[in-house]
T-cell receptor
Framework: DGGITQSPKYLFRKEGQNVTLSCEQN?????MYWYRQDPGQGLRLIYY???????QKGDIAEGYSVSREKKESFPLTVTSAQKNPTAFYLC?????????????FGSGTRLTVV | GQQLNQSPQSMFIQEGEDVSMNCTSS?????WLWYKQDPGEGPVLLIA?????ELTSNGRLTAQFGITRKDSFLNISASIPSDVGIYFC?????????????FGKGTLLTVNP
């Protein structure tokens, strides 16, 4: 079955360490997205990519980095520059040219920095 | 940019009650999407609306695309405990990039058995 997979589900890291969250999709979607979710703040866009080897900053890109070397993969690195990295991170994908069918979301990664 | 105002922010109801939530915008949307997020999971699309005035049902869920194209409503009838979660409205950005959805901040639903 086609879908979008995020791993790991739970991640613990020490303060000051970089950490990379994985997102893989086999839906043949061109566009991929990373969102951050904090209680009561809805979904905030970190980065998105419309095609391979291209990506754009979202609303809260500071302290994060991404790459899009393959259509299927869009990993997110949370760097030590991110001041408050503990959150629930969601990856999503969509077909090119039309968002009328919305996004398909992964099941999320909960990152806790101690 | 475009914004979606979703209300109420949270609801606490008894099992069996009906639920109504809405989403409004100062901008016109040509598509309205309603998602549900179970605790600890990613959002899942419930209903998509494509035409002003459209009324669409999915089991106990009914959603409507407002005539002005600036609002949408989601109703849940005879709520059950598994309806617990966060409900988001969303719509595609118009103008500029066509590759992003605008999301409301969500309605947190709690159902007491």
């Amino acid at each position: 079955d086609g879908g979008i997979t995020q791993s790991p589900k739970y991640l613990f890291r020490k303060e000051g360490q970089n950490v990379t969250l994985s997102c893989e999709q086999n839906l043949n979607h061109d566009a991929m997205y990373w969102y951050r979710q904090d209680p009561g703040q809805g979904l905030r866009l970190i980065y998105y990519s419309q095609i391979v080897n291209d990506f754009q900053k979202g609303d809260i890109a500071e302290g994060y980095s991404v790459s899009r070397e393959k259509k299927e993969s869009f990993p997110l690195t949370v760097t030590s520059a991110q001041k408050n990295p503990t959150a629930f991170y969601l990856c999503a994908s969509s077909t090119q040219g039309s968002l009328n069918y919305g996004y398909t979301f992964g099941s999320g990664t909960r990152l806790t920095v101690v | 940019g475009q914004q979606l105002n979703q209300s109420p922010q949270s609801m606490f109801i008894q099992e069996g009650e009906d639920v109504s939530m809405n989403c409004t915008s100062s901008s016109i949307f040509n598509t309205w999407l309603w998602y549900k997020q179970d605790p600890g999971e990613g959002p899942v699309l419930l209903i998509a609306l494509y035409k002003a005035g459209e009324l669409t049902s999915n089991g106990r869920l009914t959603a409507q695309f407002g005539i002005t194209r600036k609002d949408s409503f989601l109703n849940i009838s005879a709520s059950i405990p598994s309806d617990v979660g966060i409900y988001f409205c969303a719509g595609p950005n118009s103008g500029g990039s066509n590759y992003k959805l605008t999301f409301g901040k969500g309605t947190l639903l709690t159902v007491n058995p």
